[in-house]
């Protein structure tokens, strides 16, 4: 970290300053310039609070030379993470292809589409059983018969399942669950995502709708701080002024990521466009940008969805998503 | 709700369509003209769920006519609601001086900056005991003991309490705070909405860095459809492409806030700037613009805070603020 | 279009509305419902200010049926657009790979990089003469000695040339340029718009930092209007709150643009990320989602260049870049 | 500017970065660390690339310590700047009240507007002759006449008048204009801005929907540069998520431009929101900002105004605001 002091600081401030970050276990480098004084900050600056050294008065502005995050960081895990769910692993080259619909409803329709997806390919089924709503009186989910769905769902497909949990208080209802999905709404709920952190099991960590990178991989460092490893990263479109589609989807997240960042990273397309016929372009492009997979909202009979219909796709035009997206995984290699 | 259909629809189709939403007890107005059909929905369409109907393929598209929340809206409820704490009012004409350490740090802190704040007309005190931190490696408040000292705090000068709940499970820690805050970064946090719905508390509720008006409305719906009728709205800067500033105060939110709800509204000018220096125009802005109160960051010793101090006043700054404020209070009535 | 008028509005009021719109040309059908009045528009609603009638005191809201763009309309103009620049076509199904400096510095530098650009697979060469630059103190371009140089190099290689024009009076100078570019901080200086209109040139029009797709439509209306139908649409990225990346590319815009509009879509990964590494992966998604061509700054010597190198490929980089979006375009298929 | 070295730069190459920038007659100073050097540049870095030297492999990051312009900045000039309009002046505690229809529509219109206007305290009179409009197919102002006829209404009133340019072909039609209006839309339309350097009117220049304050004062400096220093900072609403409000008005633009720059800072609430309610607090809100100016659509017919009558307020409306304001300036001073 480098702290860059205001001309006219004197002597004295200066060693008053730099006594205090010695305080914080620091080793300070201090280098006198014709206009300005620079203070190099060494050791676990981690701890540091920017905003506070910025505000000093004798201090003209901070700068970070390492990344706030650790055990997210590729610096120190040069390897890609492989998360291991069931018979099924993600990331270092592995794929995941995960699919089904956008709120479990019956057991008939998840093993249908549950049976449809794995038949075209997917390797993971998606579905939400406690769902977020902007609206009090939307419908929320089936909450823990949409568990209990799921569960037989994975029974009669052998798919490994991810669903979204909103409050730890629900977490003994996820034993089986495989993978626990963290929505962006509660990207930064620190409580839940330090609680995430005591299980081991893989958390799939939604980036926040106006969330930057490096906040999403902070994010991850509250789950990995407290001994679980398993954070699978995913990018699930931004907002911003574009109405067109529900979110922007930014698909640079996903080598940002790869490159600042050891996990792997998935790509939504149906909640960050919103839209049924623009999840085969983005998905595509998702494969194309080096995701290491894509969750895509299929259903059996989109014009009856409960909810987010808009989104899903049909089980054929799953099936030829999935063809597409492999050929073109293979392009890249 | 007015649905549009598109050029082309059959008449088996739309009847189709009519049938359904007939079922959702709405009552359906079909208006065909030659260049499209148009269905108006009359009923509570406040459980219609717009996006699935957009996304039907006989549907070009769907507007609501009718904000799509009640109990926060102004239209059920004229007058401007006043929320009571403790000895003070706020909304309709009562003004919160709201002022206090970001974090609390020790007794001796809490209970000077209470007393000094008090002194220069704040009404409520405010403080963190426990610190949503976008790093785990950062200060993450006092927690308990922090709600303690506020107590202690209260007990001292008599000031009314506001301080942040981050976890359903504390609730019991803040029975003795007078407000409860909830953050931005909770503002969809919705289990936590609706425990707080069940409490008879007055909520803090601020707005989420990316969240539109409708939407922190809509999350005042959570809280008050559980019975709590008690939410403040607090407007505490969005998050643009801006970066001189942490984020960009939207001041126009208290107008339009003020005419779609009842609700009071607050401004939070210090966490919006995140410098010290640009809160007393911006906390007079909102005066001017007919805020309900403010809330600033008041510390006895800005270049020593343990988080934040960026964004705090002095006691004496304070001090000459609230003078300015009072005699814009004066002047826009 | 769709006008809403409140609840209350009168008979009288009505009838006024009515006639005030009949002198616009329009057909209006009234349909009147339990709570609310709908009037349709039928005609040239192309003209019709929605803000205005919006403001009406009568009208709740207003909302277009149509999109106000014609000619750009893929409704009115069902065929993909194939823009013909020399011997190279543009879209329906034919790719642009459009590669060079960012800016032209040198006889000898220009032809080296097109040379090289060309035999690596590029069919296109670009190449920055008049160059807007957020300071006036930084490098502006050669202006017209770089149009000459450009000509040069399109002589030695048989390339067409495409470069960015700042201000109308400058047209004569390209004369001799094959596309002429309107860059993203000129998409709505329309009065440039209007006069590119007026030639029979290929416009590359890019897409403003925080302009929507509709306006980017709209801006390609304003040359089209005037005569020029050539007109060749670029996603170079918007601005967000992340800072990671220069900009947000926004590749969804590639299905919408297409979905909206029989105009060619092309791509520039290189100035929305800003960085070089993230270059080949947004190029390859952006080919995936099914981008009629994609932009890239090449140079032969990215350490030393004049502004932008940053951005920049190198000629190897650059030829393997172009192998893998030839595999990506067999694959999509 | 500090540059910051990667770990692992070896000497050699230190050494030929150092001489690279020497060339650019820059003094360097070099600080060896143990985990970084730092070198800082000492000089005239306002034309160093930025851009082009983070992107060299050796170069972790670079960071501006001084501002990159120099003659809007208050450093250099630390009083305020005062312009002279006529009799009028702007900045340094002289407000300006600026009045007047979105669009000039005929002679008894804009001169009943300005003798109203002026009646209750504006002292500048505005109006659109030439108008942006995002479709070629709405009405796009009556150009020279309407300046013809704004300068019937100065002289009928005594009002000095500012109008807005969008080609600088039309200068010559601004003669006798008092204040020349650069749109938000070619706030980066540099060519336009070093003619418009070369005049010596004022010029009231708009921020860009998304441009930050920095790009606003680099487009004042472009003006500046050329020798014409009368520039007027005009705030008027970024473009964000928000859809209620046109614009979100950034209020602490207003403190943040005053602290880095000597130009006085003028407000317009009309087209940031939008909506005329919204106008009268935005105003107040501003002038308790303290900005040195508002400007505001007046019409003396909103529900029939050919444009953007959505936001403009009744001359009585105007009254009631201009006493407002008043009444806000003295209580802040």
């Given at each position: ?284 492009a998702a494969a194309a940008a080096g995701a290491d997979g894509i969750m895509v909202e299929v259903h059996n009979n989109p014009s009856c969805a409960l909810c987010d219909g808009a989104q899903s796709l049909t089980p054929a035009q799953f099936d030829e998503l999935n063809h597409r997206v492999q ?7």
């Amino acid at each position: 970290m480098i702290a860059i002091l205001k001309n006219g600081t004197t002597e004295e401030q200066t060693a008053h300053l730099v006594s205090w970050l010695k305080h914080m276990n620091l080793d300070v480098h201090v280098s006198k310039g014709a206009e300005m004084t620079v203070l190099g900050l060494i050791g676990d600056t981690s701890r540091v609070d920017m905003e506070l050294l910025s505000s000093l008065e004798i201090v003209s502005s901070v700068k970070r030379v390492s990344e706030p995050f650790k055990q997210a960081n590729r610096k120190f895990h040069p390897n890609d993470s492989i998360i291991q769910v069931g018979n099924v692993k993600i990331g270092g080259g592995y794929f995941a292809m995960i699919a089904g619909p956008c709120s479990v409803e019956s057991e008939e329709q998840i093993i249908e589409v549950a049976q449809a997806v794995k038949e075209s390919g997917a390797n993971i089924l998606r579905g939400g059983a406690f769902k977020p709503r902007t609206s009090p009186y939307a419908f929320q989910g089936m909450k823990e018969a949409g568990i209990q769905l799921l569960l037989k769902a994975k029974e009669a497909t052998g798919l490994p399942i991810v669903t979204e949990i909103m409050n730890i208080s629900a977490l003994d209802l996820f034993a089986d669950v495989d993978i626990i999905q963290v929505g962006a709404r509660n990207m930064q709920n620190f409580d839940l995502l330090k609680e995430l952190g005591k299980t081991n099991k893989p958390i799939l960590l939604k980036r926040g709708l106006a969330n930057t990178l490096q906040e999403l991989l902070m994010s991850a460092e509250y789950i990995m701080s407290e001994g679980n490893e398993n954070v699978i990263l995913c990018e699930r479109g931004i907002r911003t002024f574009e109405t067109y589609t529900r979110n922007t989807l930014d698909l640079s997240a996903v080598s940002v990521l790869h490159e600042l960042s050891h996990l792997p990273v998935v790509v939504d397309p149906s909640h960050a466009t919103g839209k049924s016929r623009l999840v085969p372009p983005m998905a595509m492009a998702a494969a194309a940008a080096g995701a290491d997979g894509i969750m895509v909202e299929v259903h059996n009979n989109p014009s009856c969805a409960l909810c987010d219909g808009a989104q899903s796709l049909t089980p054929a035009q799953f099936d030829e998503l999935n063809h597409r997206v492999q050929k073109i995984r293979e392009a890249i290699v």
